[in-house]
């Protein structure tokens, strides 16, 4: 009886509720009127939820990779997007509070020696020479080219130049390839040199143009600010991620929920359709895999072996890896003392094209050995990004500490400078300074007037240099190992002695781990050098966007699925960990060389002043009351920050 009652209770609560429904009551018009609304709105947010999706950026690409190669692949191009939101923030903050404001409010080009080409240069500083020296082909040298063009607008536009760019761009493509004086942009020397593209061309004045601009306090704070963020960015992100992926996975009932509850019965486009059948498919792939996994029984004793001898074989690649790193930088600074212009192609750019093929070529042969070690895929990926890891970062270490050598030796050139520069303003007046203390100031031609190497220029270039020849060798890789392996596997498979396609060459596999790698090791490079080159977060956006399409069409096109398909979860994480891990590594020598090493004495913005962080010092004294500095004093104390950063933790 109580049953009885109970259902008769929820009888006339379901007739109460949708007595408009059943025809009985008053209310069967508002009733019908209120279920038209919910249907419309409920049409409404589904329409809005795809409006939102198709506005992500590059969503139904990788939407479509997922379905065919998985989530793992899928997971490489979702880091890869979201870097690229990253890099247009700090491309922001470089361009909107440094660049722009010394290029429309600071001194013009050629009113000071900082701003203008020595004359030694002028003859070719606008030629293309070292891009054919580079040794490229013309098909190739159309990127270096799409660089140098931005570079070039950049300077015309923002310097006034227009006048004469017609000029320069004919004598770019009518010069002789053999003459040794073209292209010196794809060092970003020349004219670009003396831009807002590197450091030595901003000036030391507190405020310039009429708003009274901080250009030193803003180069700085910008600087600080862009770490300050990306730290903030990635923690936060890891930590979504974390939070997101608490809960774990459901492994009950598996397969029958991915059998009866997968398909979407509201596709109405074939090629949705298609996509959505190839997505049914790798997850099943997926799960039998790991399912695979779970049952397998292996011979511990010999597993160990393998492991061991693995790993050993990775150390010997690594310390051979640090060990020729370590020595054509010795060489390279040989070549330096000694002049470059006695030495070829090869000699000037030995040290930048020995990391890149290593970076090539070492994570193939990673590759290889970890074949011993008979992991699951998605841990034999995590390892396989840790011995790249550790291979990158020692080769970067290494270049970081040759670097720093040279700094020491631009030190040492910019005294004898300064000694040489005394001995030249006092022949200016034909005697000495003393005597002529009181006597009025000469003109002088900007350009014949001697300076410093300025060091921080140097590191910027560096920094370019290396992110322009990774790029350049990435997408060499890209071309040869990808495509012209697919066209040749594709073409020549009916005619050859065995099958192509299943067999030695076969089609390429997406290389997860090195482009992976590749990504967050290019945005150390970013964090690292641009504080002395505000163009950097610009290349690595350029860069990035272009990598985005080319390698979409290279993995649809090119490439297969993995024999062994396995599920990304984690993978996100573990990608971004490694990114922090590189952005606390790579702000290491930045931070060293702002506090340890004094600044150029007559280029940058912290010209003459004993540290570059002097300007928050200077900045307090004349733009603060006293009682501010000496808070801001006591809440810099060295103690009081690691007490709050151990409370943090």
Not at 39 to 62: G, H, L
Not at 497 to 510: M, N, Q, V
Request: overall charge negative.
């Amino acid at each position: 009886m109580k049953r009885k009652l109970t259902t008769l209770k929820e009888a006339h609560e379901f007739v109460d509720k949708f007595e408009g429904s059943l025809g009985k009551g008053k209310g069967k018009k508002f009733y019908a009127y209120k279920v038209m609304m919910q249907k419309k709105w409920m049409k409404f947010q589904r329409d809005f939820e795809n409006f939102r999706t198709a506005c992500i950026p590059w969503e139904m690409k990788i939407k479509e990779i997922e379905s065919h190669f998985g989530s793992s692949v899928a997971s490489y191009f979702i880091f890869l997007r979201w870097m690229y939101g990253i890099n247009m923030v700090l491309f922001g903050l470089t361009f909107g509070l440094v660049m722009v404001p010394e290029a429309l409010m600071g001194k013009p080009y050629g009113s000071m020696p900082r701003k203008t080409v020595p004359k030694s240069e002028e003859a070719t500083a606008m030629d293309f020479s070292i891009l054919w020296d580079f040794g490229v082909s013309n098909c190739l040298s159309l990127y270096v080219v799409a660089i140098c063009y931005f570079v070039h607008f950049m300077h015309f536009v923002l310097l006034d130049h227009c006048e004469s760019m017609s000029t320069h761009i004919l004598s770019w493509v009518t010069a002789d390839p053999g003459q040794p004086g073209m292209c010196i942009f794809f060092v970003f020397k020349g004219f670009s040199q003396y831009s807002v593209l590197f450091y030595g061309y901003y000036n030391n004045q507190r405020a310039i143009g009429w708003l009274k601009f901080r250009m030193p306090l803003s180069y700085f704070m910008t600087g600080v600010g862009t770490i300050a963020y990306s730290f903030m960015v990635v923690i936060r992100t890891m930590a979504n991620n974390a939070n997101e992926e608490g809960g774990g996975d459901d492994t009950s009932f598996t397969f029958s929920w991915k059998m009866f509850t997968s398909w979407d019965y509201l596709i109405g486009n074939p090629e949705t359709a298609d996509n959505k059948f190839a997505s049914i498919t790798t997850s099943f792939k997926e799960s039998i895999v790991e399912e695979q996994e779970n049952r397998k029984e292996e011979n511990i004793h010999l597993t160990r072996f393998l492991r061991v001898l693995a790993n050993f074989l990775v150390l010997c690649c690594l310390g051979g890896s640090g060990y020729l790193i370590y020595f054509v930088v010795r060489r390279s600074q040989k070549f330096a003392q000694e002049g470059l212009d006695d030495y070829g192609w090869w000699e000037r750019n030995e040290v930048n094209m020995v990391m890149s093929l290593l970076g090539m070529f070492c994570p193939m042969l990673f590759d290889v050995i970890s074949a011993l070690e008979n992991y699951h895929p998605r841990i034999a990926l995590q390892w396989q990004l840790g011995r790249i890891f550790a291979l990158f970062l020692g080769n970067l270490y290494t270049f970081i500490i040759a670097l720093l050598d040279e700094i020491n030796l631009k030190l040492e050139e910019e005294a004898i400078v300064r000694i040489n520069m005394t001995i030249w303003e006092a022949s200016l007046y034909n005697g000495t300074v003393a005597e002529n203390a009181t006597a009025p100031p000469l003109e002088v031609d900007p350009a014949v007037v001697p300076r410093g190497p300025c060091w921080e220029t140097m590191v910027g270039q560096e920094f370019v240099r290396l992110t322009v020849s990774d790029t350049v060798t990435t997408y060499i890789t890209l071309l040869v190992g990808d495509f012209l392996r697919a066209v040749f596997v594709r073409f020549l498979n009916y005619c050859w002695c065995w099958d192509l396609e299943y067999g030695f060459p076969s089609y390429a596999e997406f290389d997860i781990s090195g482009n992976v790698l590749g990504l967050i090791f290019n945005q150390g490079m970013i964090w690292m050098g641009a504080f002395y080159a505000p163009c950097l977060p610009a290349i690595n956006v350029i860069r990035l966007h272009v990598s985005m399409y080319l390698q979409c069409w290279a993995v649809m096109c090119c490439n297969v699925p993995h024999a062994r398909v396995f599920k990304a979860s984690g993978s996100n994480n573990f990608y971004i960990a490694m990114l922090l891990v590189i952005l606390f590594l790579s702000t290491l020598p930045a931070v060293y060389t702002i506090v340890s090493i004094p600044p150029s004495f007559d280029c940058g913005p912290f010209s003459g002043k004993h540290r570059m962080f002097d300007v928050i010092q200077e900045t307090l004294d004349n733009d603060f009351p006293a009682w501010f500095g000496k808070v801001f004093g006591y809440a810099s104390n060295p103690g009081l920050i690691l007490s709050f950063i151990l409370l943090m933790v």
